[in-house]
């Protein structure tokens, strides 16, 4: 079966690698996907041999995007692609004037990546959306968002979490003290981690913080941060700078390590000793499945997708967002009840892999796309 995947980003983030493994999944499974992107989008560079043609647009207007929207009709009708997968809400726009204006027949997948935020049940989002053939979304939660904050039809919306590759964490790769040597690290105490791009939405500064209350408690706690800050992004640079002020400060440099990210994720999971989610709000929260494959004790923030994937406290340690108190005081909890802690950890890695290996999003996505191409040769 022929389809076609839209994604016009050009950075390297969680969005664009569950959009390539999802990719490289559906080509095993014998589907020819064409790829609708930018020249210099990162995907594009990674893993031009994965798809079978390639549609480059130019023009970068974010709406009333009309140029590209009849480019896009024109190569998917001369490729005889009937199927069009949407992930990023920057791109719904130009997807729908394809749809209305050039291309009536063409099916759409939306899988969301991002909450819904503000009510969008204006005219101009409902147009959008209405474009949208299935919406599949990771949790429960995001789902009930799309009925409070959308016109969109609640029947087609899909749960179908995002997943990943359950042996590459539950087999663990390195023993600690391996992980560790990797890393150039020597802990005295009990290591805390962090992993993601450095930013102020990730949190890195708030875990620094409260490092700097426990250790006036007189609690001995070492913080890994396994991460970069974007280059060409002035936000990100300034506040990578005020975390290394403040380690400097308040002299951490010896219980704070700063990795730069790597591909090799495991090496992070298997060093340390407890996995800190410290943003503001995370769609899905990739990390927090791998952590919990990993058989982690968890500490996260109660917000977004976190809380549901935790199961509300069950499955890891939930505070709230910036409170060094709650922070603190169930970051003690975890590491002074070692047996609760790996409990916790035991049923997390059980429930994730129950719920979160590849299987589950891949067939899911295919039984939504077999029956276009069962609807298609009814109409044939």
């Known amino acids: 079966m022929k389809i076609a995947f839209i994604i016009t980003s050009t950075g390297w983030g ?151 590759d359950i042996k590459k964490f539950t087999h663990r790769k390195y023993s600690k003290q391996e992980a560790l040597q990797i890393l150039n690290i020597i802990p005295q105490a009990p290591l805390i981690g962090i992993i993601g791009r450095i930013s102020k939405k990730k949190g890195q500064l708030f875990l620094v913080e409260s490092l700097i209350k426990l250790k006036q408690m007189g609690i001995d706690i070492e913080l890994l941060i396994f991460g970069s800050a974007t280059i060409n992004d002035p936000e990100c640079q300034n506040y990578y700078n005020d975390l290394l002020k ?60 976190t809380s549901e994937i935790l199961d509300y406290g069950k499955l890891g340690l939930l505070y709230e967002y910036e409170n060094y108190d709650d922070f603190c005081k169930k970051l003690i909890w975890l590491i002074s009840n070692k047996i609760e802690s790996e409990n916790m950890a035991i049923l997390a890695q059980r429930t994730a892999c129950d719920k979160y290996c590849q299987e589950i999003e891949i067939n899911g996505i295919d039984c939504l796309l077999k029956k276009f191409s069962t609807e298609e040769n009814r109409q044939n």
């Open 246 to 305: 403040k380690i400097k400060q308040n002299k951490l440099e010896d219980v704070v390590h700063i990795v730069k990210f790597q591909e090799d994720v495991s090496v992070f999971y298997n060093a340390v000793d407890v996995f800190a989610l410290a943003s503001h709000s995370e769609t899905f929260g990739m990390v927090t499945v791998e952590a919990m494959l990993s058989k982690l004790p968890i500490i996260a923030t109660q917000s977004g997708g």
């Open 14 to 164: 969680g969005l664009e690698m569950n959009v390539l493994k999802l990719a490289t999944l559906l080509s095993e499974k014998g589907y020819s996907i064409s790829l609708i992107t930018q020249e210099k989008s990162t995907i594009f560079n990674k893993r031009k041999d994965l798809f079978f043609s390639t549609i480059l647009l130019n023009n970068r207007r974010k709406y009333f995007n009309f140029i590209s929207a009849k480019i896009i009709s024109k190569s998917l009708k001369n490729e005889g692609i009937r199927t069009l997968m949407v992930f990023d809400n920057k791109d719904i726009d130009v997807v729908a004037w394809t749809k209305r204006l050039f291309y009536n027949n063409l099916n759409v997948i939306y899988q969301q990546q991002m909450q819904i935020g503000i009510n969008k049940k204006d005219l101009i989002h409902t147009f959008r959306f209405n474009s949208i053939n299935y919406w599949i979304s990771p949790l429960q939660y995001l789902k009930n968002e799309i009925s409070d904050r959308t016109k969109f039809p609640i029947e087609r919306v899909k749960v179908i979490p995002l997943c990943v």
